[in-house]
């Protein structure tokens, strides 16, 4: 089996690497900026274009009514999924281009090309269109649209790339299950069904990442669950360059401190894990906590020991309890204020000072 590590430390990675050809963004080197060719996200409905990137998905956008009134709480819900679909699209563009110019790194071989880059333009154009939509209802309801960033993208080939994107994906899809369940308390129930297609969607196209890089599609039975602040917090650690956004709309979603997974080709074993943050705040490591959560699970805490502190940088060991939970696929590492206990990943970003941590096996 094999692990992948997903943490700010690849920024860091990315910065000290030798500088990426001119015609790539993949080594995270050139920040990729928009619009794009065909001028996403500034896209006006009805229009050629639309319907030019409603055939690349292979369907159109829902022609419903759009809701006129959300609550808050559902607005910024929808925010964060326009500002995580902006950056989607900016990373698949962008791989799309590297395959494409054969650019170091991203050769795939000839016969599998076509059907590579076949897939790669419909999910864009799929990802497009979950943007679009997305700002669709935050303009009617009574928010304002989400306008995208400048990225960095801290991988330099195909298989890191494929990699990264299951990774992220999973993340996503663990975000949209705590999104169903904020309509619902937020009294806005009627658009879960859209989000549940969404989630069909999001997860096709993540097995075919996992079949890509040799896996079997589904990872788990039941998939692990996030939270928007944990989604939110990873692109702006790991893919957003700093000051680049153009509004602050987003404000009132918290974005914690970086935690990194020092540990490296994780197994599928009991082990003690390694993990560092940066106490820029000055926190008291000794009342934290470190928290996974995998799976539909209740989330897990266990006791932070072995803390070495270098100025600001703390480092320390934490138990990762594989045989006894069967740890696969994705799990979120949080550094939290509490030791809980905790029902569930809404409750743990709760109290979430550093992360996340993001662990994949399987």
């Avoid at 819900?77 to 679909?85: D, L, M, Q, R």
């Avoid at 900016?90 to 991203?106: D, E, M, P, R, W």
């Avoid at 703390?314 to 509490?338: E, H, K, Q």
């Avoid at 709760?350 to 992360?355: M, P, R, V, Y």
Wanted: net charge negative; with cysteine; glycine share 8%.
């Amino acid at each position: 089996m094999r692990s992948f590590i997903v943490s700010a430390a690849l920024l860091a990675a990315a910065a000290s690497a030798a500088p990426a050809p001119a015609s790539s963004y993949g080594g995270g080197q050139q920040p990729f900026k928009f619009p794009l060719a065909n001028g996403f996200p500034n896209i006006k409905a009805p229009s050629n274009t639309l319907t030019n990137i409603e055939t690349q998905a292979h369907g159109t956008l829902p022609n419903g009514a759009l809701p006129t009134k959300l609550s808050a709480n559902s607005i910024a819900t929808f925010s964060v999924i326009a500002a995580n679909e902006l950056f989607e699209v900016a990373y698949f563009t962008s791989l799309i281009k590297n395959i494409t110019h054969g650019v170091q790194g991203y050769e795939v071989p000839a016969s599998d090309k076509d059907y590579i880059l076949k897939s790669l333009t419909a999910i864009r154009a799929q990802e497009e269109l979950h943007a679009i939509g997305a700002n669709a209802i935050l303009a009617s309801a009574g928010g304002k649209p989400i306008a995208p960033c400048e990225y960095v993208f801290p991988v330099d080939n195909f298989q890191a790339a494929i990699s990264l994107a299951y990774t992220f994906t999973d993340v996503v899809l663990g975000t949209l299950q705590d999104v169903q369940a904020g309509l619902i308390a937020n009294g806005d129930g009627e658009l879960v069904p859209l989000i549940g297609s969404i989630i069909g969607q999001e997860g096709e196209q993540n097995g075919a990442f996992r079949a890509f890089d040799e896996k079997i599609p589904s990872e788990l039975p039941f998939l692990t669950r996030s939270a928007g602040a944990f989604a939110f917090s990873a692109i702006n650690q790991i893919f957003i360059v700093p000051g680049s956004c153009p509004q602050s709309l987003l404000s009132s979603i918290p974005v914690f401190g970086a935690l990194a997974v020092d540990t490296m080709n994780i197994q599928p074993k009991d082990q003690t894990l390694t993990f560092s943050f940066e106490n820029t705040k000055g926190v008291k490591v000794k009342d934290l906590s470190l928290v996974y959560i995998n799976q539909q699970n209740t989330p897990i805490v266990e006791k932070i020991c072995n803390v070495k502190t270098k100025g600001k940088m703390v480092t320390f060991d934490a138990t990762f309890p594989y045989s006894a939970n069967l740890m696969n696929g994705l799990t979120i590492a949080a550094v939290t204020n509490s030791a809980g206990p905790f029902a569930d990943a809404d409750a743990v970003a709760k109290d979430t000072l550093f992360g996340p941590g993001i662990i994949e096996i399987n």
